[in-house]
C-alpha cells in the first residue's frame, strides 16, 4: 500500500475547475447549475473517492500479483511502444466494462448513479456510485496477464480518469476532426441523455473508436437536444438512497416475483428486465436504461435560504475534511477511518435532508458538526513519519565504519545537507548533544541532537528537532561484518513531518530530494571511509 492516496488531492482542484466553469457559463448568460443537483452531485463524488480510498489498494494489489506471477510478455515500462499499447489497452479495457456496466442488471446498480444528475456540468463528472470500483477493476486483469507493468497501467488509468473529466459540460460544442474518433463532450452528452435514441451509446473512455467497431456510436444531432437523467427519476438528494435505488428495487422485485427462476436470473438479466408478475404490479415504476424515455419536469424540491446557506458550509467543512481524510487514509488507523467515514456520510445525509425542506436530522448536526471539527483539526496536526533507508557495502571493518560515519563533526564532509557541525570531534556517544545547520529545499535550519544509542561495531542512533519547522527526526546507522576488511553499513533516516501542509509537501516534492541526497551522501561516506 501506498503510503497516500494522492486521489485526496484531487478534490481542490476540481472544484476550482468546476467554479470556473460556473462563472464562465454565467457571463455567457447561461444557467445550467442548480444547488441541490451540484450538492448532490458532489456528495456522491465524496462516497466515491471514500470508498476508493478503502479499496483501491487492495484491488490494485491483485493487479501486481497477477503481473509479478503469470505474465505472458515481457514489455518494458521505459519503451515507448509499451505505452502505446497499453494506452490502448486500458482504453479497451474500459470500453467492456463501461458496456457491461449499462447492460447488467447488477452491474448497473453499480453504475447507475452517475447518470442519475438531471443536469450536465462539471459537478457530474464527479457524481459516481460508491460500488464502482467494487467490480470494474476485474475489467483489467487481462492487462496484468499481458505483462502491462503497473506503473503503467497506473499512469494510463489516472490518465483515463482525468480527460473524462471536461466531457462533462454543455459549454463546448462539436470540435472538428477529433469527433468520431476522441471521445469528446458532444459525444458523451449522447451518452448521458435518456433520448431514446441516445440510450446505451458512446461508451469510450478517450475513444471512440471501439464504439464505431463495435456497434455503439451515435453522434449528436442538432434536431435531438439531449436531455439528462435516468430512465426511472431518482427523486431524492440523499446521496445513500441514490446508490441503492437500483439494487433496492431488484430486491424487492425477487422478493415479489413468484418463479424462483425469475428470483435467481433477475440480477443477471438485461438491464430493465423485470418479471412479468412484478411489472404488472407496480407499472408505474419501470426499469432503468432500456428504451429511455421523453423529457420530464425535473426533481427540484424547494427549501430556505437560511438551510442553503447552512449546506453550503458544512460542504466546504466536509471537503476540506475529505481532501485530508482521503489523501492521509493509507496512514490511519481502523478507527480512524471508521470516524471518518461516518462523519462524512451522516453530513451528507444531514445537507441532502435539508435541501429537500425537511429537518429529520436537525438533532444529529448538534453532535455531528462538532466532531466534524476536531475530526478536521486532528487530521490537519496529525504527524506523518517517512523513513528513508540506504545501505552500500564498504572495504573497511564494521567498527571503523560506525566509527567514522559517527564523529559528527566530519558529517559536512560526505553529506550535501549538512553545512556546519557544532560538536566534539571523534565518533560521539551515548548522551552526548550536538547541533547542525542543515540545508533543506526550504533555506537553512538548525537542528538539535541527542545520542539516545552507541553500541560500538553494530549501531550508532541519534534523536534531533529541526527547531525552524518543528520536524522530528531520528537517525540511525547499522553495521554488519562481512570480513576482516569489509561490511555492509545502512543509513536509515526517520523525519516526521508535524502538519497536513507539510505531510503534503514531502510527498509531492521533499521526498524525492531527501532520497537523492541520501544517495549521494551514501556515495560520499564510502568514498570518505575507504579513503
Known amino acids: 500500500m501506498s503510503d497516500y492516496n494522492i486521489n485526496g488531492l484531487a478534490i481542490p482542484l476540481f472544484m476550482v475547475l468546476m467554479l470556473v466553469e460556473y462563472v464562465a457559463l454565467r457571463l455567457l448568460g447561461r444557467k445550467l447549475h442548480r444547488f441541490n443537483d451540484s450538492v448532490n452531485s458532489l456528495s456522491m463524488g465524496l462516497l466515491l473517492l471514500i470508498s476508493d480510498a478503502l479499496l483501491k489498494a487492495y484491488t490494485f494489489a491483485v493487479f501486481i500479483w497477477l503481473w509479478q506471477n503469470h505474465r505472458v510478455f515481457e514489455f518494458d515500462a521505459g519503451s515507448a511502444l509499451t505505452w502505446v499499447v497499453f494506452f490502448l489497452g486500458v482504453d479497451f479495457c474500459y470500453y467492456w466494462f463501461h458496456r457491461v456496466a449499462h447492460q447488467v442488471n447488477v452491474l448497473w446498480g453499480a453504475h447507475v448513479g452517475h447518470h442519475q444528475g438531471e443536469e450536465y456540468n462539471f459537478t457530474t463528472a464527479l457524481r459516481q456510485s460508491a460500488f464502482q470500483y467494487a467490480f470494474s477493476w476485474v475489467f483489467y486483469l487481462p492487462l496484468a496477464i499481458l505483462g502491462c507493468p503497473p506503473v503503467v497501467f497506473v499512469v494510463q488509468f489516472v490518465v483515463l480518469k482525468m480527460y473524462q473529466f471536461w466531457l462533462h459540460t454543455q459549454s463546448i460544442q462539436r470540435i472538428p476532426l477529433f469527433e468520431g474518433v476522441m ?46 437523467g435516468t430512465t426511472r427519476p431518482l427523486d431524492t438528494l440523499n446521496p445513500v438512497a441514490a446508490n441503492l435505488q437500483h439494487w433496492k428495487m431488484l430486491a424487492q422485485d425477487t422478493i415479489r416475483t413468484a418463479r424462483w427462476q425469475d428470483k435467481l436470473s433477475l440480477w443477471v438479466r438485461p438491464t430493465g428486465w423485470r418479471p412479468a408478475d412484478c411489472v404488472a404490479v407496480n407499472h408505474g415504476h419501470p426499469g432503468m436504461q432500456k428504451d429511455g424515455c421523453a423529457d420530464r419536469p425535473k426533481y427540484d424540491p424547494q427549501t430556505t435560504i437560511g438551510k442553503k446557506l447552512y449546506v453550503a458550509v458544512s460542504m466546504a467543512l ?27 456520510i451522516s453530513g451528507l445525509v444531514v445537507a441532502s435532508d435539508l435541501l429537500e425542506n425537511r429537518t429529520r436530522y436537525r438533532w444529529m448536526e448538534f453532535l455531528r458538526f462538532p466532531l466534524m471539527l476536531w475530526f478536521g483539526i ?32 566530519l558529517w559536512p564532509e560526505w553529506h550535501p545537507q549538512s553545512i556546519e557541525i557544532n560538536a566534539p570531534s571523534g565518533a560521539l556517544t551515548l548522551g552526548d548533544r550536538f547541533d547542525e545547520v542543515i540545508e533543506t529545499p526550504l533555506g537553512r535550519n538548525r537542528v538539535v541532537w541527542d545520542v539516545v544509542e552507541s553500541t560500538p561495531g553494530r549501531s550508532w542512533t541519534a534523536r534531533g528537532r529541526n527547531l525552524d519547522k518543528n520536524i522530528e527526526i531520528l537517525l540511525t546507522y547499522r553495521v554488519e561484518e562481512r570480513g576482516s576488511e569489509d561490511s555492509q553499513f545502512e543509513r536509515s533516516l526517520t523525519y516526521t513531518m508535524p502538519d497536513f501542509p507539510m505531510v503534503v509537501a514531502n510527498a509531492l516534492h521533499f521526498r524525492k530530494i531527501m532520497e537523492e541526497k541520501s544517495d549521494r551522501g551514501m556515495e560520499r561516506l564510502k568514498q570518505a571511509i575507504e579513503g
Open 183 to 228: 471521445s469528446t463532450p458532444s459525444s458523451h452528452r449522447v451518452h448521458h441523455a435518456k433520448n431514446p435514441l441516445y440510450i446505451d451509446r458512446n461508451f469510450g473512455g478517450t475513444l471512440v473508436i471501439w464504439d464505431r467497431l463495435f456497434g455503439t456510436w451515435q453522434p449528436e444531432l442538432a434536431e435531438e437536444p439531449c436531455h439528462y
Open 378 to 409: 486532528t487530521l490537519w496536526t496529525t504527524p506523518v513519519p517517512t523513513t528513508v533507508v540506504d545501505s552500500i557495502s564498504v572495504e573497511r571493518s564494521a567498527q571503523e565504519s560506525l566509527r567514522y560515519a559517527s564523529s559528527v563533526s
Open 318 to 344: 466536509t471537503f476540506v475534511v475529505c481532501t485530508m481524510f482521503i489523501f492521509l487514509s493509507p496512514q490511519l488507523s481502523a478507527m480512524q477511518l471508521a470516524a471518518g467515514v461516518l462523519l462524512v
